[in-house]
């Protein structure tokens, strides 16, 4: 190989694994098929990041920084190639392409939306920060929006909220799952003088008593690492089983070390439950819960037999 004295520079810019998260993108045509073999590229401050191609279900992931904002280009033979500027806060997006051959009035074009909660379930009698957010790289957004009613009677309106902007918008409202069994979205959306939508379905779940109580409590708690990475939950969690302890030890008076550590383990499971503990990259669910439970089973085993 010939050498030279020239130098190259090369810029990296790299996401840890307590800053980062996976972020899937879902790239369909006008006619929410799934499109293959679509390439994609992430960049940053003029350094692609992330490159790849959508696999057969026409969805491919990227692990970025939600605090940064990429310029995402989706590129394919025989399509308009889209680009879209964002922070990557949601975990989904979808993206829409049009053909080279639709007419260039098609409504569908370089569309991207996403719709909140995520999922197909919810409880009831408890509030959600229900949005729909769309972004256009094609038409201007003149208005769009969502309405929530009730599935089995689609007249009796639950809530509603609206939006526009030029590139795209974001409405939301903070709404309740009430007595219902089953609610959905009718999304909308109107650009070029064209109306569109469609209707996300959910079935809600009935809790009572104590277990709805520990549900609000566990979504709530769940809430608080809303935003934070890794590390900053980890430093959460640590003061939160830190308190607990302490709280149980005080009022208790129990302070052999077996309840203590029982009373971590418990505590990290339920923090685990609710994403406040990840898992390192690599482990299995519940990875150091997991290993605090066999030190506890462990302990509690040598205490066992020291005593008899």
Known sequence: MPLNDSVSHIVLLLTSTGDGQYVTFQVINAASQPISN????????NVVVE??????????TFFLNPDFTYTFTFSKSGFITFTTTLKPTQSSYTVTLA????????????IVHTIA?????????????F??????????????????????????????????GDTGCSASANISTGNYENIQMDYYWEANNTFQNATKYWTVRKTSGFEGSFTLLKRDLGNLGAGFNDFTKMLVSFFIILMIVGAITWVSGQTSPLAILGEI???????????MIPKPPGAVDYFIPLVITVVFIGYALNEGRRLL
């Open 99 to 110: 053909t080279t051959e639709e007419v260039s009035d098609n409504i569908n074009q370089d």
């Open 38 to 45: 679509v390439d994609v590229t992430a960049i940053r401050k």
């Open 131 to 164: 949005s729909f957010e769309i972004i256009s790289g094609f038409f201007i957004i003149q208005s769009a929006g969502f309405t929530i009613v009730n599935s089995s009677d689609t007249s009796q309106l639950i809530g509603s909220a609206s939006c526009s």
């Open 51 to 60: 490159a790849g191609a959508t696999d057969d279900a026409g969805a491919i």
């Open 117 to 129: 909660p995520s999922g197909n379930i919810l409880d009831n009698n408890t509030y959600y920060n």
């Open 265 to 275: 383990t418990a505590s990290t499971w339920f923090l685990a439950s609710i994403n």
